[in-house]
């Protein structure tokens, strides 16, 4: 029996959560996971296998230093690419006009080399105890919404560690 071979690319800026999620995905739960982390530098490459499926995950590094390179790359990095999953940091309001712009610049690549994948955002660190002003992330979310071409499939989620990794569907 051969696997179903899965390539997900993780991206957003530097500490929006990115290998935290990588770590739910693949079931490390531990605390300590989440404590020791260090900031992904380049590109993590993992893959692991659930069920019937091979799972290959590259979480890109957020730093800036890095971004540049990664435009210039984009349509090498999501060659046989499955899934695009974005990820903002809610909690951190100042950095959501430079987070949508790295997500329009990628999306402006995937448009233009005609890369049609399957796309999630997620607005992460959206904890149980987070105390946002509700037109906050609605605002986010139609900003999101206004930048995506009608082309793209797209999902936009709430997502949060605290709940062994809790995805639910923004509406």
Same mark, same amino acid.
């Given at each position: 029996?051969?696997?179903?071979?899965?390539?997900?690319?993780?991206?957003?800026?530097?500490?929006?959560?990115?290998?935290?999620?990588?770590?739910?995905?693949?079931?490390? %739960?531990?605390?300590?996971?989440?404590?020791?982390?260090?900031?992904?530098?380049?590109?993590?490459?993992?893959?692991?296998?659930?069920?019937?499926?091979?799972?290959?995950?590259?979480?890109?590094?957020?730093?800036?230093?890095?971004?540049?390179?990664?435009?210039?790359?984009?349509?090498?990095?999501?060659?046989?690419?499955?899934?695009?999953?974005?990820? %903002?940091?809610?909690?951190?309001?100042? =950095?959501?006009?430079?987070?949508?712009?790295?997500?329009?610049?990628?999306?402006?690549?995937?448009?233009?080399?005609?890369?049609?994948?399957?796309?999630?955002?997620?607005?992460?660190?959206?904890?149980?105890?987070?105390?946002?002003?509700?037109?906050?992330?609605?605002?986010?979310?139609?900003?999101?919404?206004?930048? %995506?071409?009608?082309?793209?499939?797209?999902?936009?989620?709430?997502?949060?560690?605290?709940?062994?990794?809790?995805? =639910?569907?923004?509406?």
């Amino acid at each position: 029996m051969s696997l179903e071979k899965v390539k997900i690319l993780i991206l957003g800026l530097k500490s929006s959560g990115k290998t935290s999620i990588v770590y739910s995905l693949q079931k490390k %739960i531990n605390l300590l996971n989440f404590v020791n982390l260090k900031p992904t530098r380049g590109i993590n490459k993992i893959d692991f296998e659930e069920g019937d499926t091979k799972f290959y995950i590259w979480d890109f590094g957020g730093q800036e230093s890095y971004r540049k390179d990664y435009l210039e790359r984009m349509d090498r990095y999501f060659n046989e690419a499955k899934k695009f999953i974005y990820v %903002i940091d809610i909690q951190e309001q100042e =950095l959501y006009d430079n987070s949508l712009g790295f997500l329009e610049d990628i999306i402006l690549i995937l448009k233009n080399k005609e890369l049609y994948v399957s796309i999630s955002i997620f607005l992460h660190k959206y904890d149980p105890d987070l105390e946002i002003e509700e037109e906050i992330p609605i605002n986010l979310v139609k900003k999101i919404e206004a930048l %995506i071409p009608k082309e793209f499939k797209y999902k936009i989620f709430k997502t949060s560690i605290y709940t062994v990794f809790r995805k =639910l569907p923004f509406s």
